[in-house]
Structures are given as C-alpha cells and as structure tokens.
C-alpha cells in the first residue's frame, strides 16, 4: 500500500464508505477546488490504493486542489457488496455530497475523474449531477471530468470536459502511466487557459 494519510469513513448509501482526504501543500493556501477520484474495478483488484489513483491524487492536490479517495462498496473498510456499477455510481455522489457541504469547499469547482471502471463511475456520476444542475440551482455539477482508462472512453454531457486516454500494455508497471500522467495533468492549467472548455478533449498519452 501507498504511503498516505489515515483513512475514515463516512455515511454512503448502503453502509459506511471508507474515504482519504489529501489538501495541497500548505504554501499552496487553501484549496481551488475539490477532485473526487474513482478506483479500478473492485472485483479485480481494485482500490484507492491504485498506483494510477495516487499518481492522480497527488496531481490533483499539488495543483491545489482537495484530493478524496475513496474504497467502492466491498472494498477496504467500505460497507455492503459489489453492485454492477449502479451503487458504486451512488457511492462516488454521496462521496461528493458529504464533501460539498464543507464551507471551504462552499463556491469552488468540482472536479470527478476516475481509472478504467473508476472512470465509468465518474462519467455516470457526472451525467447525474449535470442532469440534476439543470433542474435544481443548488446542485454543483462537475467542471472537469478526467478519465483515464484502457479503452477510448466516450463521454457526452453538457461541461467542460477533459479526456485522458490510455493505451495499456499488459504487465507494464504503471509507475510508467502514472509519471506522464502527472506531467500532464501539470500541464493542465495552461491548456486550459489557452483554449476553451466546451466539448470533450481527447489526450492521448501512450504506455512506454
């Protein structure tokens, strides 16, 4: 297991869910924005633990952003059992939820991004929330939406939105992903600043 801060766990929608709150550096100040990020599949391995989730994590945090991780249902000291990807989905929007409703957090972006099944989750967590904004004024939908899979992922929702491709070769370290990842997602202000969000960003970073 990654080094890492002490977990603990919070109310999800079918038991306890086991979470990793990461801020940036203090000379940073306080956070831009709060980054929830989704592990691999449960039922092969997966948690928030990933070498790829930590590599987004600390991206996240040192750009300046609250980091939260967090164990699927089944998983780690998370509660309940596998669901198909319908709970988890619910498990990832209660996460946001809980975190929302931190005063530091009270006006700043929301960020969901996610690694292969993770990043599933992310792009329906996000759908539900931008479809929910459009209805209710007091529900923060998602700014950006990173995903990081090994397959091309389709993404069609009304946000901003960047897309991390992936190409996986089986049985290479991911230390490897996880470091061109992070140059990036370094990268990411820059990018952002010098073009406009408005449709599905397509980034190609390829497995050495």
């Not at 600390?58 to 991780?69: E, I, N, P, S």
């Amino acid at each position: 297991m990654l080094g890492r801060p002490a977990s603990l766990t919070i109310d999800g929608p079918a038991g306890q869910l086991e979470v990793v709150v990461e801020d940036p550096p203090v000379d940073l100040g306080a956070p831009r924005g709060l980054a929830v990020i989704a592990h691999p599949h449960p039922l092969k391995g997966g948690t928030m633990d990933n070498k790829v989730v930590h590599t987004l994590v600390r991206a996240f945090a040192l750009a300046g952003w609250r980091a939260v991780r967090f164990n699927f249902r089944g998983v780690g000291q998370s509660e309940s059992s596998w669901d198909e990807g319908r709970g988890e989905t619910s498990d990832m929007l209660a996460v946001v939820a809980h975190h929302l409703v931190d005063p530091a957090m009270r006006g700043l972006p929301l960020a969901l991004a996610g690694f292969s099944f993770g990043g599933y989750v992310a792009a329906q967590a996000a759908s539900r929330l931008i479809q929910a904004a459009a209805d209710q004024s007091a529900v923060r939908a998602p700014s950006t939406l990173v995903l990081i899979s090994d397959l091309q992922v389709s993404v069609v929702v009304g946000a901003p939105i960047i897309t991390v491709w992936v190409t996986a070769t089986q049985g290479k370290a991911e230390p490897v992903v996880g470091a061109k990842v992070t140059l990036w997602l370094k990268s990411w202000g820059q990018v952002r600043g010098a073009r406009a969000c408005s449709g599905v960003w397509g980034v190609r970073v390829a497995r050495a």
